[in-house]
């Protein structure tokens, strides 16, 4: 039962142009969002995280924005940069348990 | 402050054997998750230690178990080793004392153990 699920495994994005990465889920007590980026050969970095509370949170290039009714989250990156080429994964949890359900990630490349 | 070290970084095992994976969270942080990364399935939770005691446990077979040290080291063992084990084996430490979104509490992952099975 895939609670988390990025339904587009890949995305190619035009440098500066804006990426947006999809993310839905199907279990309505989810307290919090979070979105990690993945280089090869390393570990998931934080990016960028919403409470179910918000509706939208921005860190610099980085938005989240989260639709409960609909049960969708997306993360805006603009202006997209070489470097933002990664995989990215979406994840969500429950208040006060520490484990996070993690989608199957989509594989973003910026173009020059 | 060094980051999360994982060991070995890569292995090749064989069909019935049996593995031991390390993970060094960063100082001071006292709870170390396991997760397996394989294609098409994202990362999947495996257990949380918190100060020696497991807190919490995913959906995988009893063969799949670990234990955290006094100096919150943790290792993980799997036992009688399946093809369908190989994936990459994802060490994260957080302070975990709140849940995982924001500050020391957001998980901090380690490069991975690399595991084949043949």
């Known amino acids: 039962d895939q609670q988390v699920k990025q339904n587009s495994p890949s995305l190619s994005v035009q440098e500066g142009r804006i990426s947006i990465l999809n993310c839905d889920y199907t279990?309505?007590?989810?307290?919090?969002f979070l979105w990690y980026k993945k280089y090869p050969a390393e570990g998931p970095t934080f990016l960028i995280s919403?409470?179910?509370?918000?509706d939208k949170n921005e860190d610099g290039r980085f938005t989240v924005f989260l639709n409960k009714s609909a049960k969708h989250l997306s993360l805006h990156i603009v202006p997209s940069q070489p470097g933002d080429s990664a995989v990215y994964f979406c994840a969500a949890g429950v208040q006060g348990a520490q484990k996070l359900v993690f989608g199957q990630g989509t594989r973003l490349t910026i173009n020059p | 402050k060094a980051g999360v070290t994982q060991t070995p970084r890569y292995l090749i095992k064989t069909r019935g054997q049996q593995v031991t994976l390390s993970c060094s969270p960063i100082s001071g942080h006292r709870s170390v998750s396991w997760y397996q990364q394989t294609p098409g399935q994202g990362l999947q939770f495996l257990f949380e230690y918190f100060s020696e005691t497991q807190r919490n446990k995913g959906n995988f077979p009893g063969r799949f178990s670990g234990r955290q040290f006094s100096n919150s080291r943790s290792e993980m063992n799997v036992s009688t080793l399946e093809l369908g084990d190989s994936a990459l084996y994802l060490c994260?430490?957080?302070?975990?004392?709140?849940?995982?979104?924001?500050?020391?509490?957001?998980?901090?992952f380690g490069a991975g153990s690399r595991l084949t099975v043949l």
């Open positions: 919403i409470s179910s509370i918000k």
């Open positions: 994260a430490s957080s302070s975990g004392l709140g849940t995982p979104w924001r500050g020391a509490n957001v998980l901090t």
């Open positions: 279990n309505s007590m989810f307290d919090y």
